[in-house]
C-alpha cells in the first residue's frame, strides 16, 4: 500500500513575517522555530492572522491530569497537580488544594490555625495560640546587647549594661565653681564671681597692680598712677608785689617728678627801700594752692654774704612769693631754688 505523506507549508518566523503571504480558507501553516502554528482564511495576510491555541489534547502523550491542569478557560475550574506517594499525579481543584495544605476550605478566604514564631538568637520570645478570626503575639524576654537591645528588663540594669552613668551620682563644684548636682537633669558649672570689677586695668600713666589666686583667679585688681616724669626751661613772669622799683627774669630750669615740681634759677630785684621786699614768680606748671606751705624754697645773694630770702606759695594767685629783708636799695641778685606741689 502506498504511503501518503503531508507536508505543511512551513518557514521561519522572521521569513513569514518578512513574506506575509496570504493562506488559503483553512490553509494550515508553521512557523519551524518556534514551532506555532496559524490557520488561512483567505483575507488576512500572515501578519495579521492569530497563532491557533494549543488544547491539552494536543500534547502528545497527554494524561487526564495533565489535561485537567493545563484546563484555562474556566478559572474557577484551574486544576493544581499534586504527587501522590505511589508518584501518581492527581489534578485538584481550588477547594481540595486549601484543604490539602491546610489553608482551610472556604472559597474565598483560608484559615490558619497556628503560627509559630521565634525570637532566634536575640533572646526575644512570642507567646500567643491559635489564630481562628483574630489573634495577638506577645513579645517577651530581652533583646541583647549585640541585637541593638539593652539585655535588660529595667532601665536602670539598662543604663549600667550599657555604660551610662546612675542619676544617683552627682557632679560637685571645686573651689571657685558653682552649679553641680545629681544627674535627673542637666548640670552647669560657673565660675564663681571673684568680686573684681570687670574691666581693663593699667594705661599709658597708671600700672596694673593684679592678684592671682592658685587657682588663677584674679582676686583683686587695681591701679597706681606712673610718675609724671618732665623738666625744661620757662622764663617766668615777675611781679613786684612789696618794695620793689624793678625786678628781671632770667631763663630757669625746671624738673617735675610726680606731682612735684623743683625750679631753680636767678632773678635781679631793685629794692624801693629798706625793709621787707616781696616778688612773685610765675610757676613752669600750673598749680592750684590752697595754703601757703604747698611751695618753699631758699634764695641768696651773689654779692652780699649772709643775705638769703625764703619761698612760699601765694594761694590767691598761683605763684611763688619770694621774701626777704634788706637793709638798702642796691640791686640784688638772687639764686634760688623751690619746690611745689601740683594740684
Keep these: 500500500m502506498a504511503t501518503v505523506k503531508f507536508q505543511l507549508r512551513r518557514d521561519t518566523a522572521t521569513n513569514w513575517s518578512t513574506v506575509n503571504p496570504t493562506l488559503g480558507p483553512g490553509e494550515p501553516a508553521v512557523e519551524t522555530d518556534t514551532g506555532k502554528r496559524k490557520y488561512g482564511n483567505g483575507a488576512n495576510a500572515w501578519n495579521d492572522l492569530p497563532y491557533a491555541v494549543v488544547d491539552a489534547e494536543d500534547i502528545a502523550d ?14 474557577g475550574a484551574i486544576r493544581f497537580p499534586r504527587i501522590n506517594a505511589d508518584n501518581s499525579v492527581s489534578a485538584l481543584d481550588a477547594a481540595a488544594f486549601r484543604a490539602a495544605i491546610g489553608a482551610g476550605t472556604s472559597s474565598t478566604n483560608g484559615t490558619v490555625t497556628s503560627v509559630d514564631a521565634s525570637g532566634g538568637t536575640t533572646g526575644l520570645s512570642f507567646t500567643g495560640g491559635s489564630i481562628t478570626g483574630a489573634g495577638t503575639l506577645t513579645l517577651g524576654g530581652t533583646l541583647g ?3 541593638g537591645g539593652t539585655g535588660a528588663t529595667s532601665a536602670a540594669a539598662a543604663l549600667s549594661n550599657l555604660g551610662g552613668v546612675a542619676t544617683s551620682r552627682s557632679i ?4 571657685g565653681l ?3 548636682g545629681n544627674l535627673t537633669t542637666d548640670r552647669t558649672l560657673s565660675l564663681a564671681t571673684s568680686g573684681v570689677t570687670a574691666g581693663s586695668y593699667g594705661s599709658a600713666i597708671k600700672v596694673p597692680t593684679i592678684t592671682v589666686d592658685a587657682y588663677g583667679r584674679v582676686t583683686i585688681a587695681s591701679e597706681n598712677a606712673i610718675p609724671v616724669l618732665a623738666s625744661g ?8 608785689v612789696t618794695n620793689v622799683s624793678g625786678s628781671t627774669a632770667y ?7 610726680g606731682d612735684v615740681v623743683r625750679v631753680s634759677g636767678r632773678v635781679d630785684v631793685d629794692p624801693t627801700a629798706g625793709g621787707t621786699v616781696e616778688l612773685g614768680i610765675s610757676l613752669p606748671i600750673a598749680s592750684n594752692f590752697t595754703t601757703i606751705y604747698q611751695c618753699s624754697g631758699v634764695a641768696a645773694s651773689e654779692v652780699v654774704p649772709g643775705q638769703s630770702a625764703a619761698f612760699f606759695a601765694d594761694p590767691t594767685n598761683d ?10 636799695t642796691a640791686n640784688r641778685g638772687m639764686i634760688f631754688v623751690f619746690e611745689y606741689d601740683v594740684i
Design 145 to 147: 546587647i549585640a541585637n
Design 233 to 240: 626751661t620757662y622764663t617766668p613772669t615777675l611781679t613786684n
Design 178 to 180: 558653682v552649679g553641680g
Design 251 to 257: 631763663q630757669c630750669r625746671y624738673t617735675r617728678i
Design 62 to 75: 497527554s494524561t487526564t491530569v495533565g489535561r485537567a491542569f493545563l484546563t484555562l478557560t474556566n478559572p
Design 319 to 328: 605763684r611763688a612769693r619770694l621774701i626777704w629783708n634788706t637793709s638798702d
Design 172 to 175: 560637685s563644684t571645686g573651689a
